[in-house]
């Protein structure tokens, strides 16, 4: 079984059966690196699953762009098409994606996706609440473990802008914290 697979059952505590039909339900989609990630339709939602690569959720702000959230293999997304935040690819990667109405027609369908999709929303929810608390409340230090527990390789594969971005300091200070760890 692969990585993504392993991660998306143990964190959803879904069985990699019922994953294994959603994903079957699902359409891959080849990302290179910078491709903006956005629902076909702009007026549509969907569900993302990484299966390989990096990506980053964004907002801009008076120009700049402000990491708010890494994802790599085994990480969903719920994709509202807003102004507010974007995601965008930055290593070549491979995501699962299925439209919100494909969505809805299977949740009607079916109990064991309705469950499987409402598991997926209620982890992802806890996952953004977990990191909007800890973005107030953690120093860059914490955030700086957090991020390299989820994601070991990411100073290999994502330029520094981005990590500092995310955590909220500047390069020099990324080196001071990254040398004492």
């Not at 059966?17 to 339900?25: G, N, S, T």
Request: proline content about 2%; some cysteine; overall charge negative.
């Amino acid at each position: 079984m692969e990585a993504y697979l392993k991660k998306l059952c143990s964190e959803n505590q879904v069985t990699e059966q019922e994953m294994k039909k959603l994903l079957a339900r699902m359409k891959m989609m080849h990302l290179d690196k910078g491709t903006m990630l956005a629902p076909e339709a702009a007026d549509e939602s969907g569900l993302y699953i990484i299966a390989s690569g990096i990506l980053h959720a964004f907002t801009s702000c008076e120009g700049a762009d402000k990491t708010i959230e890494f994802l790599s293999a085994g990480d969903t997304l719920f994709c509202y098409h807003t102004d507010e935040c974007s995601v965008k690819s930055l290593t070549k990667s491979m995501v699962y994606y299925i439209g919100g109405d494909e969505v809805e027609e299977l949740c009607a369908a079916s109990t064991s996706f309705a469950n499987l999709i409402r598991q997926l929303t209620e982890h992802q929810l806890h996952f953004r609440e977990e990191m909007y608390v800890n973005a107030h409340k953690q120093t860059v230090k914490e955030r700086y473990l957090s991020l390299f527990t989820h994601i070991p390789d990411i100073l290999h594969r994502v330029p520094l802008e981005y990590i500092t971005s995310y955590l909220g300091t500047e390069v020099t200070s990324l080196g001071y914290v990254a040398g004492r760890y």
